[in-house]
């Protein structure tokens, strides 16, 4: 019953064939069987159970409150909620206890919803693996999937079970191995360069960052409050639609979000593809991008030109850059951001009390990991005066002309454009610790980060295994507020490609453990 | 120019570099230095000469002016703005800094900010832009001041004041400094340093209020001329509502940038004189730093670009022993806000809603008549002097009382104007009152007036019914008038009587005026009052004095 999307529970709820009680408890003692993922840092036990009842009584009434009601959620634990502790993986905020709810969050308890914890990041949200929090990395369900497990056999090295295990990508690997692993329906991330889709697409699920200022960002603990978007993770495009519906909208507490109202719509089964346009940015030919992912890449073209859809090269000029922009933009906002941390009015504060100074350099060294204060050296490097002109202006600059190469590509007709969302399927953990921190974000943003530069809206789906039995998915970016679009287009590929669904070993009852689908011919 | 203040010896040295624990302020002691001054010839030089008879030196002064706006929520959140409230406990989450908290402007703030650009001739900019001023300091939460660096909401504005200069102080003149830009920013909180237990207690109820930050420019010379300029502007804060720009609340901070040159040479070295919170010690602090420049130049020293405080019981400045003196800020845009944008009535798109903008027009028509305008009014309307007009307006209520008075008495406002000024003010200053708290009403002393008018008592008499009606004990002046038996001397004959008494009780004086000494006859004129307690009409008594001695 946990395997089916949020939109087949949704109706179950409705239809009386669970109860929400019923379902959280399912999903709670799942978390629990599934715990050596370490998807979760929080499992908010009681609150959950507590909101199915309440859920379950509002069933009983028939007063629900909207499509969410009695749904299991999880929520990165980058998000604020209000008693209910929220660490962004830090010592800094190890046991910090909110005294408020992001907006996000608040829409979807508002929704009914049932919040079961706070997924496991990298700390701060900086990082592309989920492996640098203090909670330990998060193992990507796909490990244990029959799937891969036939693959790594025949591949002969799995002397040691265990060592093979692989990363979710991140910094929302949590959430996306939460969903993954059916331990709840949905599940919020954030993306400031890719944190959303990166291990979604690693995880085999669907990952959608709206348009900047679409959703409120204020409950977020941010990383580049120019870039961050909350993140949507779920098991298909409709679902994600769902909770984009109930997310999105004005906030008077988040004033980079925009006042026009927010239609929630349902997505078609049928387009009409012979008036789409799709662009294929030549410059997504990047160095690193396996020979699997390019060639899942160019018959996914195939498959829309096919069906009639215009399909044309379009050029991104200026997007090899953005890496080394967002290097500068990041850090120096994580420098300003992470100033407040100081153990004055909450989180962490050391001992060393000798002086003010004296306790605000100890709090910091003890309450930051070397990437976070990696990261608030060089950005504070660059807002020096004598550095601000040359770092932060010129990438400010550069930033424009990334984004502008999109507004002339969507000028020109296109109307969504498709990429890899990752240069090649997951690696172990053990393969992705032999490069540091920055070195990794540097290199598996590559196909996402010039989404956030512009603004856009970007969505992965999940479309074929590899060889070795993992997922990879591609991803569409949309023009900005057009989501309606950009997920319409998704939905129809996604109903294409026929993605496997995880056959998880050894963590649910086996007889339960059957593929609802088949791979599709073409993509097999 | 008021030379005389550039006087050596008019304040003395007497405290030394760290004699005293420095001193903290607002946000303001940490503002980086203003660009250096600017080198132009439009300063005259006549100030004395130094001791040893070189050029004579000149003072430049430029001023920082923080005024809290007055909202009821402050700049970026909704917690009330109260002065004096129990510590913390007007802290919202976003001014403790909680993570993930995100500003949203006030639309008061910044309507105060255009009201106050407005008023100081400002070219009011219809796009603004806010950012972060990083520095570590306690009460700042955030670890960064939101401010208005690059692109404030009004630049380019001028403000006028006037000044008493001469030897007297009897000559009204008006000087012109360049108002150079006004930012909004947030207040910081307050620190409390324990030294006994070495805590330091932390307030936040003050972080994050609305500051408008006036910047003058290096046009003035002395600390009289900062201190009239510094009133003005707080005449106008007030009179517009922007701020209560109560000094002694800290409504209103001033940070004074001061250096010396000989005229014609460079700018010299410039000091921040912080802390200069009191109207009072607004003068003297320039003064004395302009002082000790001078000196320590004349004794062959240096002035150091330094920030100094002014220590109001030693009266002079000392270093601040402040480490970030040349910290780097390291100014960023603020990403969570977008450009303030403002309209005027051309630009304003149609179909708005008049909550979400501001429009500078609508501000400009409801502008009140600021303080200039109020007193060239005061002087057309009630035909009083021009430094009457200044002293109206400087005391607080005092102008709504005089025309209170005015409107109630048949006396000329010219009369009135002088017994408001001399008898009222000067009764209020003695007892250290405010013209609110007067225990006589305008009402009062319009009767008192009145009687006055109608020749029902003498101007001394009058003096005596006012005396009494300080006590305050709600007798009406006539009443007054009627128990102590005050009233003129109608009566021709009982007046011929007295005067005839009077001259035969003073034959010598009578002599004298008889030989042509006229001015014994004010003498006898006053000899009469003290018989009648001031009950007779003096210009009678001298009429009949002057009869009665040419017969």
């Known amino acids: ?118 997924t496991n990041l990298d700390e701060f949200a900086m990082g592309s693996g989920s492996t640098d929090g203090i909670f330990g990395p998060v193992r990507n369900p796909w490990s244990y999937s029959r799937q891969y497990r036939e693959k790594s056999v025949q591949n002969s090295h799995t002397e040691n079970e265990d060592s093979n295990w692989l990363v979710t990508g991140g910094s929302s690997g949590g959430s996306a191995a939460a969903v993954s692993s059916f331990t709840c329906f949905a599940a919020l991330g954030s993306d400031t360069g890719g944190s959303t889709r990166n291990p979604a697409a690693h995880c085999g699920v669907v990952g959608l960052k709206p348009t900047y200022g679409l959703i409120s960002r204020h409950g977020l603990i941010p990383l580049v409050n120019s870039m961050d978007v909350p993140g949507i993770l779920t098991r298909c495009v409709d679902d994600a639609a769902i909770v984009l519906g109930v997310l999105a909208g004005h906030d008077p507490k988040d004033s980079t979000t925009v006042q026009d109202p927010f239609k929630p719509f349902e997505l078609t089964s049928f387009i009409d593809a012979s008036k789409l346009c799709i662009g294929i940015p030549k410059e997504y030919h990047a160095p690193g991008l396996s020979s699997e992912t390019l060639a899942l890449w160019s018959k996914a073209a195939d498959l829309f030109e096919n069906a009639g859809a215009k399909v044309i090269e379009v050029s991104l000029p200026h997007t090899r850059y953005s890496i080394i922009c967002y290097h500068v933009l990041c850090t120096a906002e994580v420098a300003s951001n992470m100033a407040r941390f100081d153990g004055l009015e909450y ?20 309450g930051f990991n070397d990437v976070v204060r990696g990261r608030i050296l060089s950005g504070n490097y660059f807002l020096l005066k004598q550095n601000y002109e040359t770092y932060f202006i010129k990438a400010q600059k550069v930033r424009r002309l990334i984004a502008n190469d999109f507004v002339n590509v969507f000028r020109n007709g296109i109307d969504v454009l498709l990429t890899p969302t990752t240069l090649s399927d997951t690696i172990p953990y053990v393969e992705f610790i032999k490069e540091d921190n920055r070195t990794r974000s540097a290199q598996d943003d590559i196909f996402t980060q010039a989404a956030n530069m512009a603004g856009l809206p970007a969505i992965t789906v999940p479309t074929a295994l590899s060889e070795k039995g993992l997922p990879i998915g591609l991803q569409f970016i949309g023009r900005a507020f057009q989501e309606q679009q950009l997920l319409t287009v998704a939905k129809w590929f996604e109903n294409q490609v026929k993605f496997p669904m995880i056959q998880l070993q050894g963590m649910m009852d086996h007889g339960h453990t059957v593929c609802r689908h088949q791979k599709s011919a073409f993509f097999s | 120019m008021a030379a005389s203040i550039l006087r050596r010896s008019l304040l003395t040295p007497r405290c ?93 703030c910044v309507e105060a900010a255009v009201m106050t650009g407005l008023a100081l001739n400002c070219s009011i900019n219809k796009k603004s832009l806010f950012d972060r001023k990083h520095y570590f300091y306690a009460d700042l939460p955030a670890g960064y001041q939101i401010t208005q660096q690059r692109l404030p909401v009004a630049v380019n504005g001028s403000l006028s004041y006037s000044l008493c200069v001469g030897r007297k102080k009897n000559q009204m ?37 609305g500051l408008m930050e006036v910047v003058m420019e290096p046009e003035m010379s002395s600390g009289e001329e900062a201190a009239a300029a510094v009133r003005e502007l707080q005449l106008i804060l007030q009179t517009l509502g922007s701020s209560q720009a109560i000094m002694a609340e800290g409504q209103l901070r001033v940070d004074a940038n001061v250096s010396v040159h000989h005229p014609g040479e460079a700018y010299g070295v410039r000091t921040e004189v912080k802390n200069i919170n009191s109207a009072r010690f607004l003068a003297r602090a320039i003064d004395y730093e302009i002082q000790r420049q001078i000196k320590e130049l004349e004794n062959g020293g240096t002035v150091m670009n330094e920030t100094r405080a002014f220590d109001f019981k030693l009266g002079c400045t000392i270093p601040m022993r402040d480490k970030e003196g040349k ?45 200039s305008v109020r007193r060239v009014k005061l002087v057309e309307q009630y035909g009083i002097l021009p430094e009457h007009s200044f002293t109206l307006l400087n005391e607080d209520g005092l102008m709504e009382f005089f025309e209170s008075v005015v409107r109630q008495t048949q006396m000329n406002p010219k009369k009135v104007i002088g017994w408001i000024l001399n008898d009222m003010l000067g009764y209020l200053k003695q007892h250290n009152l405010k013209v609110k708290e007067s225990p006589v009403s305008s009402l009062f002393l319009a009767d008192l007036l009145n009687l006055l008018e109608r020749g029902t008592i003498s101007s001394s008499a009058a003096k005596q019914v006012l005396e009494e009606l300080w006590k305050g004990e709600g007798k009406t002046p006539l009443q007054i008038v009627k128990e102590k038996k005050l009233e003129l001397i109608q009566d021709q004959q009982e007046l011929e009587q007295i005067c005839q008494a009077v001259m035969e009780g003073h034959q ?35 009429q009949i004095l002057e009869k009665r001695l040419s017969q």
């Open chain 2, 327 to 371: 910290q780097d800020y390291r100014f960023m845009p603020e990403p969570n806000l977008p450009p303030l944008i403002l309209y005027d009535t051309k630009s304003l798109p149609a179909n708005t809603n008049h909550q979400q903008v501001v429009n500078i027009d609508w501000i400009r028509e409801r502008l009140p008549d600021l303080p």
């Open chain 2, 173 to 209: 003149v008006t000087r012109t400094v360049r108002i150079k830009q006004i930012q909004l920013e947030q207040d910081s909180g307050k620190s409390l340093h324990d030294d006994i237990r070495s805590q330091t207690l932390i307030d936040l109820n003050r972080a994050g209020v």
């Open chain 2, 16 to 108: 030394r570099a760290g004699d005293v624990a420095a001193l903290h302020s607002g946000p303001s002691r940490r503002r980086a230095q203003a660009p250096g001054p600017i080198a132009s010839g439009r300063r005259a030089a006549n100030s004395p000469a130094g001791e040893r008879g070189v050029a004579p030196w000149v003072a430049v002064v430029g001023l920082e002016i923080h005024a809290q706006i007055s909202s009821n929520s402050k700049l970026f959140s909704g917690s009330q703005v109260q002065f004096a409230a129990p510590p913390n406990s007007l802290v919202s989450f976003f001014d403790a800094s909680l993570p993930g908290t995100l500003p949203a402007l006030n639309r008061r």
């Open chain 1, 1 to 118: 019953m946990l395997r089916v999307s949020l939109r087949e529970i949704s109706a179950a709820l409705k239809e009386g064939r669970v109860s929400p009680t019923e379902l959280c408890q399912r999903c709670l003692s799942f978390i629990k069987a599934t715990k050596f993922l370490n998807a979760y840092i929080t499992i908010a036990e009681d609150t959950a159970l507590k909101q199915a009842e309440e859920s379950e009584e509002r069933y009983r009434r028939g007063q629900i409150l909207g499509d969410l009601d009695g749904i299991p959620v999880a929520v990165k634990d980058n998000f604020n909620t209000a008693g209910i502790e929220t660490t962004c993986a830090s010592n800094m905020l190890k046991g910090y206890i909110p005294p408020y709810s992001a907006t996000v969050v608040q829409k979807l308890l508002d929704q009914g919803a049932v919040l079961l914890g706070k």
């Open chain 2, 508 to 542: 010598e004086e009578v002599m004298e005026i008889k030989k042509g000494n006229q001015k014994v006859l004010n003498k006898l004129i006053g000899l009469v009052q003290r018989t009648t307690r001031g009950r007779v009409d003096p210009v009678l008594v001298k």
């Open chain 1, 347 to 366: 989180g962490h504060r050391s001992s060393m009390d000798k002086s003010t100074e004296v306790m605000y350099a100890a709090t910091r060294r003890e």
